[in-house]
């Protein structure tokens, strides 16, 4: 299983789960600061499941957990600007500095088409489930 994850393609076949756990931790304690979030991979059958363990409250910035994500969470979990990495299809941004929210269906068809286009396997379906503890990016692949 190849799994686009924060601006890299990481391949089960080769690496263990515990070990691409400990890369992607590495980068995302480079981008976004050590100790301000977790990440965990799991997998079962040809569902991968990454979570993304960080306190943001969505309520206070305005956003609905359950069919939007803010930008900084759509930055971390692809890993777009980490080290000059460009999503291939770039999501929804807006051209002032500030937080803003995109819908989750815009962000989701942004990683699908990038990880084809970087090389991961297929995703036949790819969800989020936020709340306020973490993250979580489920995908299933063909």
Do not use: H
């Amino acid at each position: 299983m190849k799994l686009f994850i924060v601006s890299k393609i990481y391949d089960t076949s080769i690496l263990s789960n515990n070990r691409i756990e400990n890369l992607v931790q590495k980068d995302i304690d480079s981008y976004v600061g050590k100790d301000k979030v977790i990440f965990k991979l799991s997998i079962t059958g040809k569902t991968a499941a990454m979570y993304f363990y960080r306190g943001v409250d969505y309520s206070s910035l305005y956003a609905d957990p359950k069919s939007q994500i803010i930008d900084a969470d759509a930055y971390m979990v692809t890993g777009e600007g980490f080290e000059g990495f460009s999503l291939p299809i770039q999501f929804p941004k807006v051209p002032i500095i500030c937080t803003y929210n995109m819908e989750q269906s815009e962000f989701i068809r942004a990683y699908m088409g990038s990880a084809e286009l970087l090389r991961a396997d297929k995703i036949k379906k790819a969800w989020l489930d936020i709340d306020e503890e973490k993250i979580v990016l489920r995908v299933n692949l063909k």
